[in-house]
């Protein structure tokens, strides 16, 4: 049942369009993000490339800082909308952990950001940066790594991996060839990119249990 905009609370309704205006201020601060740095993201730039007033982004955002940080949460958000439906459709743990891989690939060959794994970029952008930018990007960061590592337990507890397979290290590798397909895909690479989704699929065949 359609409801009306006079049924709306106008306090309802001012909050639609800050979340609406918050969202499309965000989704090209991402994409300028990606391909530049969140040091390239400034406020001025963004208004001009979102279309919107300085005031308007400093009213949702106040300093550029807490922009960066609300741009590398809308990524993360983004990211995982987009495995959402791959994640729901797999049948039993390690279908999800290969999904979880292929839906990472896949998201980049998307170009749903132009500069390709945003987090692989920023990681690298803030390594030796302290404050509270790096701080998110390494709470993102562990959070990966540890969503692989439940994964694969998960697996292994349903007796789906070999004997012997090395959760710990297959994770590594395994996000360790994203790093290295990331950057591949930044300059164009594309069959370095195909190579690392292929020895990818490759160590996920060789730790699954034979069925």
Same mark, same amino acid.
């Given at each position: ?27 090209? %601060?991402?994409?300028? *993000?990606?391909?530049?740095?969140? =040091?390239? +993201? /400034? ?6 490339? !979102?279309? #919107? ?31 959402? %439906?791959?994640?729901? *459709?797999?049948?039993?743990?390690? =279908?999800? +952990? /290969? ?6 690939? !896949?998201? #980049? ?103």
């Amino acid at each position: 049942m359609s409801v009306s905009q006079d049924t709306i609370a106008p306090d309802d309704r001012r909050r639609a369009r800050g979340d609406a205006s918050r969202a499309k201020i965000l989704e090209r %601060a991402a994409a300028i *993000a990606s391909t530049d740095g969140l =040091e390239g +993201l /400034t406020i001025g730039r963004l208004a001009a490339e !979102a279309g #919107v007033a300085k005031g308007n982004i400093q009213v949702l955002f106040g300093d550029k800082e807490s922009l960066q940080l609300a741009t590398i949460d809308w990524v993360g958000q983004l990211i995982e909308e987009s495995y959402a %439906a791959p994640l729901a *459709a797999a049948n039993g743990p390690f =279908e999800r +952990l /290969t999904a979880l891989v292929e839906s990472w690939f !896949a998201f #980049v060959e998307r170009r749903q950001l132009p500069g390709g794994c945003f987090m692989n970029a920023v990681s690298s952008e803030f390594r030796a940066r302290p404050g509270p930018v790096r701080d998110r990007v390494a709470e993102r960061r562990a959070a990966k790594r540890r969503r692989y590592l439940d994964a694969l337990e998960a697996a292994r507890a349903a007796g789906e991996l070999r004997d012997g397979v090395d959760v710990e290290e297959l994770a590594f590798e395994l996000l360790a060839y994203q790093a290295l397909a990331n950057v591949a895909f930044t300059i164009g690479d594309d069959e370095e990119f195909e190579r690392a989704r292929a020895i990818s699929r490759k160590r996920l065949k060789a730790a699954r249990v034979s069925t």
